[in-house]
C-alpha cells in the first residue's frame, strides 16, 4: 500500500492555504485587484465571509476490541460577494487519519467523474473541494451554477427522495447526510410563479454511489450487496463502467412547491442513472474452471414523487413518497448476461414530530418499499419495512443534549442503536460521546455490521 510522504500537518496546511490563495488572487483579478488604497482593501475585507471547523474524532470497535479510527478533519467555508445579488460560495474538508480502515488502500473512484473526485493524499488523508458554485439572480430566477448538493426530501436516516446527490458509504449510514453526500456539477434555477415555487436542475456530472472498498470496515457483504459467484464459479469482478456521454447520460429534473392551507407540498421528477451499480455479468464455462466476469454499471430509471408536511399544535406530520420506474435491483439469477432485474417500486415514509415537552422531541418514522411485479428471483420482499424512533432532550441551557436513535429493519429482524451525548463547552467548541450498536443476522442489511459496534468521542472547534 502506497503511504504519504508527508505528515498529515504539513498536507493540510499546504493544500489548504494554497486553495484559499488561489482563489483570494482570482477575486483580487477579478475586481480589478491592484488596488492598493486603504478604502479599497476594506470594500475587499467587507465582501469576504470565512470560516473554518476543525473536527477531531475516535472510533474503538468493541468487539475486539480496537481503534477503527482516529481522523481530523478540517472544513474551510469562503463566501464572496460579487456584487449586490451574486455570491461566490466555495468549501473544502481535508481529512487524515491515523487507521487505514474505512477506506482500505488507496480507495478506488472509478464511479466518480474526474471533476469530482478527491486528490488522494496517501492511503490515509485526503483533500476534496466539496462545493464551489455562484449564486445570482437573473429576473426573478434564482440561479445556482457549479458544484453543490441538492436536497430533496425531510427523512432522517434513511432516504426517500433525497437522492439527487450520491452517497458516499464508507461508514455506511453513519455520517450525517451534509457530509456523506457527493456534491455534483450542477445547474439549479428556482423560479417564483404566482403560489408555487419551480425548480429546474441539471445534472451533467456523472458521479455515483462511493461503495466500501473490500476489507474496509464497512464494506457490503449481505446478499443483494455483494456478488456470489455459484459453487464451483470463478468471480472476476471488473471495474465499474461508468456512462460515458456528456449530455445524453446526464441527469434532468423538477420540482414545483407550494403553501396551501398550512400544509407544505411539492411534486417532484427526476430522470436519472440508478446511484448503485447493477452487476453486466456473464459465464464462461469454456475454461477447465467455469468463470464468471462481471461488470458493474448503472442503469436509467425515472421518479415521480412529492412530499407533504404540516403543523398541528405540537405535532408535525410529514411525509413523501416516490414511485420509481423500471428500478435496477440485484437478482439471484443471471439471465440476459444481466444478474439484476428492473422493477417499478413504490417508496413512501411518513413521520410524526411531537414536541410536547419543553426541550423535548420524539420523532417517529415508518418507510415501506413495495414492488408490486415482485420476483422469488429478487433479495428483497415484496413489502419491506423499516421504522425508526428519535428521543432527543436539552439540558443546561441547551448545552447538554443526549439522544437516541434506533433504527429497524421488520422483516429481516436487524437493526441500529445510535445513543450519544453531546455537550457544547461554548460558543465554538463542543464535544460528543457515543455508540453505534448493529444487531441481527449477518446475512440482513443492519447485521451484516454486527461486528462493527463501536464507541465514538469527538471534539469540534469552530472559528
Do not use: C
Amino acid at each position: 500500500m502506497a503511504r504519504s510522504g508527508k505528515p498529515a500537518g504539513v498536507a493540510v496546511f499546504t493544500a489548504t492555504v494554497s486553495w484559499l490563495l488561489t482563489r483570494a488572487g482570482l477575486f483580487l483579478i477579478l475586481v480589478g485587484g491592484q488596488a492598493s488604497a486603504q478604502d479599497d482593501r476594506n470594500r475587499f475585507l467587507d465582501r469576504i465571509d470565512a470560516n473554518a471547523i476543525i473536527d477531531f474524532r475516535a472510533a474503538v470497535e468493541t468487539n475486539k476490541p480496537a481503534f477503527q479510527s482516529t481522523e481530523i478533519r478540517l472544513k474551510t467555508e469562503l463566501g464572496v460577494a460579487l456584487w449586490d445579488n451574486a455570491e461566490l460560495k466555495a468549501v473544502t474538508r481535508f481529512r487524515a487519519d491515523a487507521f487505514d480502515k474505512l477506506e482500505a488502500g488507496v480507495p478506488s473512484q472509478a464511479a466518480i467523474a474526474p471533476l469530482t473526485r478527491r486528490l488522494i493524499i496517501g492511503d490515509r488523508s485526503d483533500f476534496e473541494l466539496r462545493e464551489l458554485y455562484v449564486q445570482t439572480d437573473v429576473g426573478r430566477t434564482r440561479l445556482t451554477l457549479g458544484k453543490q448538493q441538492i436536497v430533496w426530501g425531510q427523512a432522517d436516516g434513511l432516504k426517500v427522495l433525497d437522492i439527487v446527490n450520491p452517497q458516499d458509504f464508507r461508514e455506511f449510514i453513519l455520517e450525517d447526510f451534509g457530509g456523506s453526500r457527493i456534491p455534483l456539477w450542477s445547474v439549479n434555477a428556482e423560479i417564483p410563479i404566482r403560489n408555487v415555487t419551480a425548480q429546474f436542475i441539471w445534472v451533467p456530472d456523472r458521479s455515483y454511489h462511493k461503495l466500501p472498498e473490500p476489507g474496509s470496515s464497512y464494506s457490503f457483504s449481505a446478499p443483494g450487496f455483494a456478488i456470489t459467484p455459484p459453487p464451483g464459479i470463478d468471480l472476476d469482478l471488473r471495474e465499474v463502467a461508468r456512462p460515458t456521454r456528456a449530455i445524453a447520460d446526464s441527469d434532468i429534473g423538477f420540482r414545483v412547491s407550494t403553501l396551501s392551507g398550512g400544509w407544505d407540498l411539492t411534486v417532484n421528477y427526476l430522470y436519472h442513472y440508478g446511484d448503485l451499480p447493477v452487476p453486466f455479468a456473464e459465464i464462461d464455462v469454456t475454461p477447465a474452471r467455469p468463470r464468471l466476469t462481471v461488470t458493474p454499471g448503472y442503469a436509467r430509471t425515472h421518479l415521480l414523487g412529492g412530499t407533504f408536511s404540516n403543523a398541528f399544535g405540537s405535532v408535525v406530520l410529514r411525509g413523501e413518497v416516490g414511485y420509481f420506474f423500471d428500478r435496477p435491483m440485484i437478482a439471484r439469477e443471471i439471465v440476459d448476461n444481466k444478474a439484476f432485474l428492473q422493477r417499478d417500486q413504490l417508496r413512501h415514509v411518513i413521520g410524526l414530530d411531537w414536541f410536547r415537552f419543553s426541550d423535548t422531541l420524539i420523532s417517529v418514522q415508518l418507510f415501506q418499499d413495495w414492488t408490486p411485479r415482485h420476483s422469488p428471483s429478487l433479495f428483497i420482499d415484496r413489502v419491506d419495512t423499516n421504522f425508526s424512533i428519535l428521543l432527543r432532550r436539552d439540558f443546561l441551557n441547551q448545552t447538554l443534549t443526549p439522544q437516541v436513535i434506533l433504527i429497524q429493519n421488520v422483516n429481516g429482524g436487524s437493526g441500529l442503536v445510535r445513543p450519544q451525548v453531546a455537550y457544547e463547552l461554548n460558543d465554538h467548541t463542543s464535544m460528543r460521546l457515543g455508540a453505534d450498536v448493529f444487531y441481527g443476522s449477518t446475512e440482513s442489511i443492519f447485521g451484516q455490521f454486527a461486528e462493527r459496534d463501536r464507541v465514538v468521542f469527538g471534539v469540534t472547534w469552530a472559528f
